[in-house]
């Protein structure tokens, strides 16, 4: 959703910087000035106990002298509550109460009905919490409270209720607060009856977990039976247009603050592991609702933090869902982007290790967690004789045919050189260290360990036929950093392009040294501002030299969409072939990477020919056709035109009044 012009600034206007940090510090008014908007606090992106971090509440900028943090309104929202850039404003805008632009009538309506929906939901959360204090819900207390070992004041942090015995308490107390029965049915409280009588509550006789989204807005309920004998011991809301379990996790936006400050995020299997685990000090954690993670799930939990530890139950589903989650998440795969394992021991679930052991024993464990290739390892050998050439090869197939998931070619190629570390080490290949292979039991059965890895595999040495191959020549990895710079350096100079190109500089991993910080800086900036305020700011935040390298290389100073700036056409052009020059480039190294990490020892020539491959494919991204559209027109006969010349004479010409002869024809009349 693109913002009108002007809107950041005035939402900017509208906030108070020291009332937005002021729910996250105390300020130190020894230091702080209040009547010159200069306030001071311990910082809270880093522990410490004196005040270096500063707010200008007049400038609406905050700088921490210690960890070096610094930022507006939206930097702060950003960071605290861990939240992308259009959900930051929409926070601040609702804060500020300032009217988000407005969107089509339909997702209006859409918006508004949301809106009605979510109040019913709040409505349902605080009856629920009110029946859990009466004397219907003393046997919930006493489950809660002696079972679980929860406190009072727990339940309130979490918000837990009780849906007391009957068919339509709910729906009366509703319907008597004068709220739609097409609302109450549209939450998912209560179903039509088939018998032609009022409809009658979803949940019965059920101690109830609101499910809140990311913002914090209850959406649904998970409920857990008091019956023992009822069908269903866990129940969730039905899908509505508030609420789809596939999409969404328990303690979501708790846990995603909590994983903005620096604590892993934890995937647990129920809410009571969460609760559990909430409680013992393991704030980033989540879990699914009901089912197995999803595709969405997972993206979801990625989202919040690169490397998210699956804490599984230590029995036989335990360990059945973190297998299955191997192979949702192997296709998905990313560098820096993958999970942890952290099964728990002697079939104990995260709440009970924690009564019995306490939470050191539940850190020494996710301290402890594994990467997801030892589970995989796992899987495929666990149990199997391999006594056999033919064992064997079946055993090669199968983890061939796991590695082929992987999407990445990098991270495949990393993959394969780890199962053929392990793999050597099972068969006994590396007799110098594992005999006929370490944890071989006997008849050939193998019974991996959870922890460790074989030896290192020996560097790999290019063949002669790779001499001349993009991977070994001296500039390639220049050529990388020279196109990063042009990319940086024309959004520092075109700052229109700015949020066209958002999305394509996030997912940019940058290697130049400061390429980095200086895009963290744009993807802050926006199209409203300029030239010489990103450049301030960079200078601010990261130093002056940081510009003055950036457009050090030659290339970069030549490049048109440098030499011209706020040429909008210009550089959406150059942008758009440095980024797919890029992509190619990093394209063919994960090509070279792949084949020379190969799962099985492959001929000296099929080698040869993939790097070969490799380097043809680098060399025509670096010497791309297209490229020279930034600095060429094409004629109609199809010769390439400088555009430059092409200004000059036609300036020129317009100087000394030359016409063409219709042009002429058309003065004689």
């Given at each position: ?20 940090v002021?729910r ?5 008014m020894?230091k ?12 809270p ?31 702060f ?28 009538p ?6 508004d009905?949301r ?9 349902a ?5 009110l ?5 219907a ?11 679980r070992g ?11 209720g ?24 549209g ?23 609101p ?9 649904a309920?998970?409920?857990r039976?008091m ?17 789809d379990k ?11 603050e ?10 647990a ?23 197995a ?19 599984m ?6 360990l ?9 998440a192997?296709?998905l ?6 999970l942890r ?40 050998i666990?149990g199997?004789?391999l ?16 590695i082929r998931?992987?999407?990445?070619p ?6 394969a050189?780890?199962?053929r ?8 290949f ?9 944890g ?12 460790g ?14 001499r001349?191959?993009?991977?070994a ?5 220049q ?8 990319i ?28 980095a ?11 409203e ?9 960079i200078?601010?935040?990261?130093g ?11 290339h ?11 040429d ?8 758009t ?18 084949a020379?990490?190969g ?17 043809r494919?680098?060399?025509?991204a ?48």
């Amino acid at each position: 959703m693109s913002l009108p012009p002007g809107f950041l600034d005035e939402l900017r206007t509208r906030t108070s910087l020291s009332q937005v940090v002021g729910r996250k510090v105390t300020w130190d008014m020894r230091k702080s000035n209040q009547a010159k908007g200069d306030w001071w606090a311990p910082c809270p992106f880093h522990q410490e106990k004196t005040a270096s971090f500063h707010v200008d509440d007049r400038k609406g900028f905050y700088h921490c002298f210690g960890c070096q943090a610094s930022g507006d309104a939206l930097a702060f929202v950003r960071e605290t509550e861990n939240v992308g850039f259009m959900e930051a404003v929409e926070i601040l805008a609702q804060e500020a109460g300032l009217q988000m632009p407005a969107r089509d009538p339909r997702a209006q309506q859409t918006a508004d009905r949301r809106s009605q929906l979510t109040e019913v939901m709040e409505e349902a959360v605080k009856y629920f919490r009110l029946q859990l204090k009466t004397g219907a819900g003393a046997a919930a207390r006493t489950y809660l409270s002696d079972r679980r070992g929860l406190s009072p004041e727990a339940l309130e942090r979490w918000q837990i209720g009780f849906a007391p015995p009957g068919w339509q308490n709910l729906w009366d107390h509703l319907t008597a607060k004068g709220i739609a029965p097409d609302l109450i049915l549209g939450c998912g409280l209560a179903k039509p009856s088939n018998q032609g009588r009022n409809p009658y509550d979803f949940f019965r006789n059920r101690v109830m977990f609101p499910i809140r989204d990311a913002r914090g807005r209850a959406i649904a309920f998970g409920a857990r039976a008091m019956d023992p004998n009822d069908n269903a011991k866990y129940l969730n809301s039905p899908d509505t247009d508030l609420f789809d379990k596939g999409r969404s996790l328990y303690n979501h936006g708790p846990a995603r603050e909590a994983a903005g400050k620096g604590h892993p995020l934890v995937l647990a299997e129920g809410y009571m592991d969460v609760i559990a685990l909430s409680e013992a000090g393991f704030a980033a954690t989540v879990a699914g609702l009901g089912t197995a993670i999803t595709e969405d799930q997972l993206r979801l939990m990625w989202r919040i933090h690169p490397e998210p530890v699956v804490a599984m139950d230590g029995d036989s589903a335990g360990l059945k869902a973190a297998l299955r989650l191997i192979d949702l998440a192997l296709p998905l795969l990313e560098a820096g982007q993958s999970l942890r394992f952290c099964l728990m021991p002697n079939g104990q679930d995260p709440d009970e290790l924690l009564k019995a052991k306490g939470p050191q024993a539940m850190q020494a464990l996710l301290d402890d967690a594994q990467p997801m290739v030892s589970l995989l390892w796992q899987r495929e050998i666990e149990g199997k004789v391999l006594d056999s050439p033919e064992r064997r090869a079946a055993l090669d197939k199968a983890l061939r045919e796991t590695i082929r998931k992987i999407a990445d070619p990098a991270i495949r190629a990393h993959y394969a050189e780890e199962i053929r570390d392990r793999r050597s080490t099972l068969f006994g290949f590396n007799r110098a260290q594992g005999g006929n292979g370490a944890g071989q039991g006997r008849k050939g059965e193998w019974r991996a360990p959870w922890r460790g890895r074989g030896s290192q595999p020996a560097a790999a040495v290019p063949v002669a036929g790779t001499r001349a191959s993009l991977l070994a020549a001296a500039d390639a990895d220049q050529a990388l950093l020279l196109r990063e710079a042009v990319i940086l350096a024309t959004l520092i100079r075109t700052p229109a392009m700015l949020e066209e190109f958002t999305h394509a500089l996030e997912e940019m991993d940058f290697a130049g040294h400061d390429h980095a910080g200086i895009a963290g800086l744009l993807l802050c900036c926006g199209p409203e501002d300029t030239q010489e305020s990103i450049e301030a700011l960079i200078c601010e935040r990261i130093g002056p030299d940081a510009l003055e390298r950036l457009h050090s290389a030659r290339h970069v100073t030549l490049a048109p969409s440098v030499r011209k700036p706020g040429d909008v056409e210009l550089a959406r052009l150059c942008l758009t072939e440095e980024f797919a020059k890029l992509a190619a480039m990093r394209g063919a190294l994960r090509e070279i990477e792949e084949a020379m990490a190969g799962f099985a020892d492959a001929p000296e020539a099929w080698i040869d020919h993939r790097l070969t491959l490799s380097a043809r494919a680098g060399e025509m991204a670096s010497r791309n056709q297209e490229g020279d559209r930034a600095d060429f027109d094409i004629a109609e006969n199809g010769a390439r035109i400088d555009r430059d010349e092409r200004s000059d004479l036609e300036a020129l010409l317009n100087a000394i009044g030359f016409a063409g002869p219709g042009e002429r024809g058309r003065q004689r009349e």
